[in-house]
């Protein structure tokens, strides 16, 4: 036991464990920025503009925002599940970070099983909305986590899918080496040979973040905020971190599975995993600002009938030619 | 918590006045209010009983509707009304008939001037006054442009609620270019108090034509894009299509009338059904589409949007010179001759009505207002039923409901 205490091992634990904890914490800045800047900007707007030079402080005044506020806990709210639940919504997300390769040597634990390990991580993220909508004591908040439940347990399949066959043709669960199998040049990354799976993961993707078209559970308009409503000051914090948390983990696998990864034309590394990654968060935050809300059938009948026999094809056409060749 | 000396008895509702009414803590016995209550008693088993409102971020205003959900379906949908009453039919009992015009504006600000037209017209029927030509074209000049800004905010305000977030600000774009130039002749931004009995308060100028004729020229350019980018939308398209079938049958039943009633199939538009103003001599035509669904509505209006430009091209290129106020305009403290009328406009929610009532004195005797938006409201709660939710704010948003109207 002595041994572990004071051995490597732990201390690359401590390590990974506060490296994951702080890049989290500085893209969430940089991504709330980024997102009301780029609202702001498709609004023709331009966004935050007083604190700092056009507004780059915003994100710290926020910060300071939501934890100088209030903590409010309902009437009749379950105090347990209520404030649990925005801790485990983001501390569970870190656990997602764990296998993502941002660079050859810059992963927390490379490990063999690394896609079963995101996956399963971020099915049971979902039981923080479930606490949050049950704990409440509000009806609305039950409504929205109701949806978020149904949203994400029917969306994962088809993600799963989606990263089965990408494992399928890369012969390995393994992020690293799926990303080494990938060439530096565009034409030798995964899309190009998945680009079906890569339409089908992103839309999931989406869906799974509760983005965007499809932010029923927090939909402003007709929930009043959904599963958060009755959230004040950081436990809302904690929420919207999470959401930023989880959108960065997906397109961190989106760069890993599809588009190579860390590797780049020249000079291959980090940086790379970084700009693909940040060109999927654009992308992701320019759907949230121009399309409207899909009805809640209606997002299930896209699932259903359109994401799972696409992602099913894909799954058995990859099978076949990989079996074949 | 109030301090009751005695346990409260909620006699509209059954379940709660039964048995073991002393032993309740006062806290159970406050299971709600009277209308829920009254919409309790009516309910079926494993359903969900929910308020939208008056708080609400779609409900347009403080409307209150108590919903009956069954999972996400709606089983039976109930507005409550009142909760922005503002008691303007008692302050035209004790107001002059010009004190009581300001009273217009606010009773629906995003068409303050078709309501200013429609008291105006009642009093100028009461009193016989005759309108200058050149009034009668800025009337409708102001008034097309106070109903474009309505539609305007209309669909920015719709698609708000179906959770796109952008088109809204496009539409202020516009709706800033509109309020500027109304300003500049008006007074004010949203409550306009520019009409009067015999004309309007004072001129256009030149200068506000050529901005008007400006403005047309650049919402031609805009309205493209709105379509490419909003109406041809397939989320939005799937979000309103088909749903909140409104036939004629009902809206005969509730009497609703403008873009809700042609959005069903019958062209009836107050301008040229009962013509006033000049209406009869500007040639436009009344968009209906035959659907009766949420989707047609959000037609006819984007249509008439297009009709109000036609209007202003032609008003602003006819208008002849001449008197903006009739020379025996009303004067403060005026007195009706006795009598009632009723005078109709064409407002943007439907046909505003003002039925004034005179006993010779300088006060009105008793003045109806006939507000389009509470027709159309009341048949929400038989569209709604069976749907989802997220198709009861995609109904109440293409009905254009502006509560103050509804509840005066």
């Keep these: 036991m002595t041994e572990f205490i004071f051995s490597p091992q732990l201390l690359h634990i401590a390590l990974a464990a506060l490296a994951v904890m702080a890049f989290v914490g500085a893209n969430g800045l940089v991504l709330v920025y980024m997102e009301r800047k780029l609202a702001g900007h498709f609004q023709r707007r331009p966004g935050p503009y007083e604190v700092g030079w056009h507004g780059i402080l915003q994100p710290f005044v926020d910060a300071g925002k939501l934890i100088g506020k209030q903590l409010i806990t309902p009437d009749g709210a379950d105090p347990l599940l209520y404030w649990l639940a925005p801790v485990v919504a983001f501390v569970w997300v870190l656990a997602l970070f764990i296998p993502i390769p941002f660079s050859p040597w810059l992963t927390a634990f490379p490990m063999d099983l690394g896609l079963v390990l995101i996956l399963a991580f971020a099915g049971t993220g979902l039981l923080a909305l479930c606490m949050a909508g049950w704990g409440s004591n509000n009806k609305w908040s039950l409504l929205g986590a109701a949806r978020a439940v149904a949203q994400s347990v029917a969306y994962e399949i088809p993600l799963l899918l989606a990263i089965l066959a990408v494992a399928f043709m890369c012969g390995t669960l393994n992020l690293s080496t799926i990303v080494e199998q990938q060439g530096r040049w565009p034409w030798q990354w995964n899309i190009l040979t998945q680009p079906l799976a890569f339409a089908v993961y992103f839309i999931c993707a989406v869906a799974e973040t509760n983005r965007a078209p499809f932010d029923l559970p927090e939909a402003e308009s007709e929930l009043t905020a959904g599963f958060h409503t009755e959230y004040s000051g950081m436990a809302f914090g904690l929420f919207f971190l999470a959401e930023y948390a989880n959108m960065i983990v997906v397109c961190a696998m989106a760069t890993a599975l599809f588009l190579g990864g860390w590797q780049g034309p020249f000079f291959s590394g980090v940086w790379w995993f970084l700009s693909k990654m940040y060109l999927l968060l654009i992308a992701m935050i320019w759907f949230r600002w121009t399309y409207p809300r899909v009805r809640f059938d209606q997002l299930l009948n ?24 | 918590m109030p301090i009751l000396s005695r346990p409260l008895e909620l006699h509209a509702n059954p379940i709660m006045s039964r048995d073991k009414m002393s032993t309740q803590s006062i806290k159970e016995q406050i299971s709600g209010d009277y209308y829920t209550c009254r919409f309790e008693e009516g309910r079926s088993e494993d359903t969900l009983i929910l308020n939208m409102g008056p708080q609400h971020p779609s409900t347009h205003g403080v409307l209150r509707i108590i919903l009956e959900l069954d999972g996400e379906y709606i089983v039976r949908a109930e507005p409550v009304l009142g909760y922005l009453h503002r008691m303007h039919e008692a302050m035209a009992e004790n107001r002059t008939y010009l004190q009581y015009l300001p009273n217009m504006g606010r009773v629906d600000y995003l068409h303050a001037l078709a309501w200013n037209w429609a008291y105006v017209g009642a009093v100028e029927r009461l009193g016989g006054i005759e309108v200058p030509r050149r009034a009668e074209y800025i009337r409708v000049i102001t008034c097309e442009l106070n109903r474009l800004a309505s539609h305007l905010l209309w669909w920015g305000a719709y698609l708000l609620d179906l959770g796109a977030f952008t088109p809204i600000m496009y539409a202020f774009d516009d709706r800033e270019r509109i309020l500027d130039m109304i300003q500049s002749v008006c007074g004010s931004r949203l409550t306009y108090s520019f009409f009067r009995p015999g004309g309007v308060a004072i001129d256009l100028t030149d200068d506000f034509l050529r901005a008007v004729g400006e403005f047309t020229h650049y919402m031609r350019g805009r309205l493209p894009m709105y379509k490419t980018l909003v109406t041809d939308n397939i989320i939005l398209r799937k979000r309103c299509e088909n749903v909140g079938e409104l036939t004629l049958e009902m809206c005969r039943r509730y009497g609703a009338t403008g873009p809700v009633l042609r959005g069903s199939g019958q062209p009836y538009d107050v301008r040229r059904a009962e013509p006033y103003g000049v209406y009869p001599a500007l040639s436009f035509s009344i968009p209906s589409e035959a659907e009766g669904d949420a989707m047609a509505r959000y037609r006819v209006r984007m249509d008439e949007m297009v009709q109000c430009l036609d209007i202003l091209d032609q008003a602003i290129a006819d208008i002849p010179g001449g008197p903006f106020l009739a020379k025996g305009a009303p004067k403060p403290r005026w007195k009706a001759p006795a009598g009632e ?28 207002l006939r507000a389009p938006g509470f027709s159309n409201l009341n048949c929400f709660a038989e569209m709604a039923r069976g749907t989802l939710l997220s198709d009861a704010v995609s109904i109440l948003g293409s009905l254009d409901l502006v509560i103050p109207e509804i509840d005066r």
């Design chain 1, 302 to 325: 896209i699932n259903w009938k359109w994401l799972l026999p696409l992602s099913l094809v894909n799954l058995m056409g990859t099978a076949l030619l990989t079996k074949l060749f």
């Design chain 2, 341 to 368: 009328t009723y005078f109709a406009v064409e407002g943007a929610r439907g046909k505003i009505g003002v039925h004034l009532f005179s006993d010779g004195s300088n006060t009105p005797y008793r003045c109806k």
